[in-house]
């Protein structure tokens, strides 16, 4: 766990559940300013977590080659260490920023309002935020962003969503990744549904296979549908 949010604190102690507080009404009010500045610029920011290695990386890669052409993008990475995937974020030819945070499990609004000056985001955008890869702490912190996307793999187990329930009820999207493993891998499709739609009956989910391109159109057809009206005219103009 991380010092920042406070998860490994003993909860019965008043004092620290205080301090938890305090940190998440903190972060709360700078996610509003963040969601300002987005709506401001038309920007859709989706903020992408999950378990570390589900695709997150894999799937931005692929989304910024296919769609390069009809929609503007850009890419905040969030590890604890290494810039290994703004590298990988880089090569696709979008504009990416990394923030490291160290000991930190989350990003939180604050990383996120320093971050974005210095990237000149385009208006009628979309950002990708990549989280942490942590089913946990990065479901207590708003970002500003307009949607949530949890990325599962079929590697992972269809329990998770009844084992990490805040991080699938807070998210508005999930997908469903690594479809091409599933004749290799004990994963009961219907079962993660049910799971997930009892933790969040709103979710929307969509299979599919980074590797195999599998399920990748219904993606882009939700994320095309998601952007506001005047981005394809704009994107169009290009
Ligand atoms: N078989 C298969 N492998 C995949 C698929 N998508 C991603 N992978 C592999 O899964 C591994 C992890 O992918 P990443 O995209 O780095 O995962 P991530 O969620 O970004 O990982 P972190 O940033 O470390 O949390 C890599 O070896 C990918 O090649 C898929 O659809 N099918
Ligand atoms: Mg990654």
């Known amino acids: 766990m991380c010092v920042t949010c406070g998860c490994d604190t003993d909860h019965n102690d008043k004092k620290l559940i ?4 305090d ?21 859709f920011a989706l903020n992408l977590v999950s ?48 923030i490291n945070t160290g000991k930190g499990c989350h990003l939180d609004a604050d990383m996120i309002f320093h971050t974005i000056p210095g990237m000149k985001l385009e208006e009628n955008s979309i950002l990708f ?7 946990v702490c990065p479901a207590m912190f708003d970002l500003g962003e307009q949607d949530r996307v949890v990325v599962m793999s079929v590697t992972e187990g269809d329990d998770k969503p009844l084992k990490y329930p805040d991080m699938y009820s807070s998210a508005n999207i999930c997908v469903i990744n690594k479809i091409d493993l599933l004749p290799y891998v004990k994963f009961d499709m219907d079962a993660v549904k049910a799971n997930a739609k009892k933790t969040n009956p709103n979710l929307e989910i969509i299979e599919l296979s980074c590797t ?7 993606w882009y057809n939700w994320l095309k549908s998601k952007v506001p009206a005047n981005e394809s005219e704009l994107s169009h103009t290009n």
């Open 129 to 135: 935020i990549e989280n942490v890869g942590n089913l």
């Open 212 to 218: 195999s391109g599998e399920g990748m159109e219904t």
């Open 23 to 43: 940190i998440l009404h903190e972060n709360n009010l700078m996610a509003q300013r963040n969601r300002g500045y987005f709506d401001a610029k038309n920007i």
């Open 18 to 21: 205080n301090v938890e507080r």
């Open 51 to 98: 378990s570390p290695g589900s695709g997150k990386t894999t799937l931005l890669e692929r989304t910024l080659t296919d769609l390069k052409d009809e929609l503007r993008f850009a890419v905040i990475e969030g590890d604890q260490q290494t810039a290994n995937d703004a590298d990988r974020i880089h090569a696709t030819g979008t504009k990416v920023a990394q």
